[in-house]
């Protein structure tokens, strides 16, 4: 659900009615219960706070994932709290402490020129038929700060309709507060050996199709994927590929990494064996060291070794959140991981154009990696929706081989010009198919095992 209100909160100005109903469309098919206070459901409820309450757990342990989901949960919250009944925001600001005390009729009509000077979008006849309210100016700084209220008294005197700034800042500085105090009681909690692997996972697990289990194998081979780099691969799959290339070696990170999406993409164990071998031993390693050394971590990954687990390419969740790369590395996320002018550099090298890298680098700004990736692949295959919400480089590579062979249809016509062609405003441009995966998947595999067979660089 958040990943979703993470997606609309960049393609869509938030609180639109564009904005709203998408939403909508995307809570009602995740089935999640957005409407649970207004229908009384209290089962629903109980769930939604219980997985808010075990989101918090998994969401407190670094700056990067608090901030998200701080971000995601006001986006959500601010969607609910507003589509609920006057009634039923009364009864919510009561349950919360916020009740704050009506402005009475009389001194109302007092200060009803004021009130109408002072509130913008309010004529007299609104100022006498809305509700005000007198807030404490702690609480309505955003309001006073942009002068959309009469202050008098050391009191705002803010109407109903922008009760929900105040009850949003007051939500902000809660949830934020609640994070970090949780963030400290981790250490208790990660002792207790039921909750540990669930935290540590959650953040970034990922539930979409199994890539170990690929349809193409064998039907891909090693004289294609120098041009699939360049066409099909997401950028942190080209950026290893190339440093292969330049450098004959990758270090063990980057070996897993790409090692893993190619097995995903189709080559079999052989192929694999003859494309790291080729390439190993125009570098330092020769044909006696790869073969003692590294064709048993490959045959290992494809399960023909030790525990003989057929590992799973890596998500983006697991690329972006876990092991970063160090100097000399390859792996992890450019979008997460690069420093912002060198991806800029990149970027323009692969001649994405200037308007599409800005579009990126604001994405990237934001810590909305996966969506300046989805943003590349609409500029490198010319299409203005992507189509789909991304999770997993080896989607990235299955769309964008779809797309190529026709298979999906283009929905705009492909420009003679290359990447030259500007793109239309990413508010206008993103998919409104973004839900998750399907459920028809796995957890990510542990891969402790296979990284100890990898430790050689
Ligand atoms: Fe790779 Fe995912 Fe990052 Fe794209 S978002 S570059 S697919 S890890």
Not at 97 to 107: D, K, Q, T, Y
Not at 115 to 134: D, I
Not at 197 to 224: F, R
Not at 311 to 327: A, G, H, R
């Amino acid at each position: 659900v958040l990943k979703v209100v993470e997606n609309l909160g960049v393609s869509y100005v938030r609180n639109t009615d564009a904005y709203k109903s998408k939403l909508e469309n995307e809570l009602r098919k995740l089935k999640f219960p957005y409407k649970a206070l207004a229908e009384d459901d209290y089962e629903a409820r109980r769930k939604d706070h219980i997985s808010h309450f075990i989101l918090r757990l998994a969401y407190c342990q670094s700056e990067d994932l608090r901030r998200w989901f701080l971000q995601q949960e006001m986006d959500l919250f601010r969607y609910r709290f507003n589509e609920l009944t006057e009634g039923l925001m009364q009864k919510f600001l009561e349950h919360v402490n916020l009740s704050f005390e009506a402005v009475s009729e009389g001194e109302k009509t007092e200060l009803t020129n004021e009130l109408c000077a002072s509130t913008p979008g309010f004529s007299l006849p609104k100022v006498k038929e809305q509700m005000f309210y007198k807030v404490g100016l702690v609480d309505a700084v955003d309001l006073f700060r942009t002068r959309r209220v009469f202050i008098k008294d050391g009191f705002a005197y803010v109407p109903f309709k922008e009760i929900d700034v105040i009850v949003l800042n007051n939500y902000r500085t809660k949830l934020s507060k609640a994070l970090a105090l949780t963030a400290r009681s981790l250490p208790s909690i990660q002792s207790d050996e039921r909750l540990q692997p669930l935290l540590n996972h959650l953040s970034h697990s990922y539930v979409g199709p199994d890539y170990s289990i690929q349809k193409n194998t064998g039907k891909i081979s090693l004289e294609q994927i120098d041009a699939l780099s360049v066409k099909s691969f997401p950028l942190c799959m080209r950026q290893l590929h190339r440093a292969l290339r330049d450098n004959h070696h990758l270090r063990h990170g980057g070996r897993m990494q790409y090692g893993l999406f190619l097995k995903g993409i189709g080559l079999t164990l052989e192929q694999a064996l003859e494309f790291w071998k080729k390439e190993f031993i125009r570098g330092k390693v020769d044909a006696d060291k790869f073969d003692k050394g590294y064709a048993y971590s490959i045959r290992h990954s494809y399960g023909k070794e030790g525990k003989r687990t057929d590992y799973t390419p890596y998500s983006c969740m697991k690329i972006i959140m876990s092991n970063p790369p160090s100097q000399g590395d390859y792996h992890g996320c450019p979008f997460r991981h690069s420093d912002p002018e060198l991806l800029k550099q990149k970027l323009q090298s692969y001649k994405i154009p200037p308007s599409g890298i800005t579009q990126i680098l604001d994405l990237v700004k934001g810590m909305h990696y996966q969506l300046a990736c989805q943003k590349y692949f609409e500029l490198t295959h010319e299409v203005d929706d992507i189509g789909f919400s991304l999770n997993h480089p080896n989607q990235y590579f299955t769309e964008s081989q779809r797309l190529l062979s026709g298979g999906r249809e283009p929905k705009k016509e492909l420009s003679n010009s290359g990447n030259s062609q500007q793109k239309h405003n990413s508010q206008e441009s993103m998919n409104s198919n973004s839900t998750p995966a399907s459920s028809n998947t796995t957890a990510d595999t542990e891969l402790e095992g296979l990284e100890a067979y990898f430790t050689e660089d």
